[in-house]
């Protein structure tokens, strides 16, 4: 069964850093989708991703995150300088349709900022 | 705006016994709404969602739920659970987002069994 993947599984960085968090969704997906969770805290939507452009973005999404899509496979999350209240879950969910479709999330990359 | 709320944080039930996890809405048009489960260490696994029809909607795992319009509400339900079935379970309502479909997730219920 198809899946999707993100690496690595758990990232430690510097403050004031900057880190790349890399996600393999499904490969026929159009639609792809980042959402962090805090420790002990909600799952929050990030930003979400259509033919090549942002289509949505929340307030936590300010200037310094951005994503790609750099080839046809993978889908990245930067973040240019860390917090230390970056430190969460960060998940990458795509799906194949949009409003009406189910979202698969990959399995979690844990951010860690010291 | 869309919210989700999950007024039970923590749910101890016996093993074999039934389990009902509540979960109430906000969402001005007429709701898409998910069920996830998240074993520790795994990422979030769809079990049902609900977009139209039928109100009682079967899922994975022997689960089903039922949306409720007049209460908001779109309760998890298991006649008999498994030891397995120990993890944390999040509601979330998808709210349209540009060509997406962004989900608002509830807080979260995590469900321990005993044998």
């Known amino acids: 069964e198809p899946e999707v993947t993100q690496t690595p599984s758990h990232q430690v960085t510097q403050m004031g850093q900057e880190v790349i968090l890399r996600c393999v969704p499904i490969s026929n997906h159009l639609y792809f989708y980042w959402y962090r969770q805090i420790l002990g805290q909600k799952v929050e939507f990030l930003v979400s991703?259509?033919?090549?452009?942002?289509?949505?973005k929340s307030e936590i999404f300010d200037d310094q995150f951005s994503v790609e899509r750099p080839d046809g496979s993978n889908f990245t999350l930067k973040i240019r300088s860390t917090k230390l209240e970056d430190s969460a879950m960060y998940f990458c969910?795509?799906?194949?349709?949009?409003?009406?479709?189910?979202?698969?999330f990959g399995p979690g990359t844990r951010l860690t900022v010291l | 705006a869309q919210s989700v709320t999950q007024p039970d944080i923590h749910i101890t039930v016996s093993e074999g016994a039934s389990l009902e996890l509540r979960c109430n809405y906000s969402y001005g048009a007429t709701p898409y709404l998910f069920w996830y489960v998240q074993s520790p260490g795994q990422g979030l696994q769809l079990l049902l969602k609900y977009f139209s029809g039928d109100t009682l909607v079967q899922g994975i795992k022997g689960f089903e739920a039922e949306f409720k319009r007049s209460q908001s509400s779109f309760n998890l339900r298991k006649p008999s659970v498994h030891w397995s079935d120990a993890a944390e379970y999040f509601c979330?309502?998808?709210?349209?987002?540009?060509?997406?479909?962004?989900?608002?997730f509830g807080a979260g219920t995590i469900l321990r069994v005993k044998s």
């Open positions: 991703f259509y033919n090549n452009e942002i289509s949505e």
């Open positions: 979330a309502v998808g709210a349209n987002s540009g060509y997406g479909n962004k989900l608002v």
């Open positions: 969910a795509s799906s194949s349709v949009g409003l009406t479709d189910t979202q698969y």
